[in-house]
């Protein structure tokens, strides 16, 4: 028997217009087919997220990354494209000065350990 599972947050802007018009966290789970504590628990999250918006925080994914989702930071894709290949040039020179640093490392120990 499959799993009949729906992500709330695919229907957060129908859901959010639906509360503003005056009902009640129970009658916009009956519509949409969710439960009333599933419908609790969004609101609460979600005037968590405004909150931060409002105050200027970053909204930033839980858990570890994906391993195919974005390598940019979310402070990061939310600037111009351009300052986006500038942010990713930057940091592979970095990576680039940090592996020169240890060949360097590295040459030295071998010539001082006497071996080429």
Do not use: C, W
């Amino acid at each position: 028997m499959p799993r009949k599972y729906r992500h709330i947050k695919d229907y957060e802007k129908e859901l959010i217009e639906y509360i503003q018009q005056g009902h009640t966290l129970r009658e916009t789970g009956e519509k949409f087919g969710f439960a009333y504590k599933e419908m609790r628990d969004f609101k609460t999250r979600y005037n968590r997220n405004q909150k931060k918006l409002a105050a200027g925080i970053a909204i930033k994914p839980k858990g570890r990354p994906r391993k195919d989702g974005n390598k940019l930071p979310p402070s990061v894709q939310q600037l111009s494209k351009l300052s986006q290949l500038q942010y990713e040039l930057a940091s592979k020179d970095r990576y680039i000065k940090r592996i020169e640093m240890e060949n360097e490392l590295m040459r030295d120990f071998l010539s001082l350990t006497e071996r080429k």
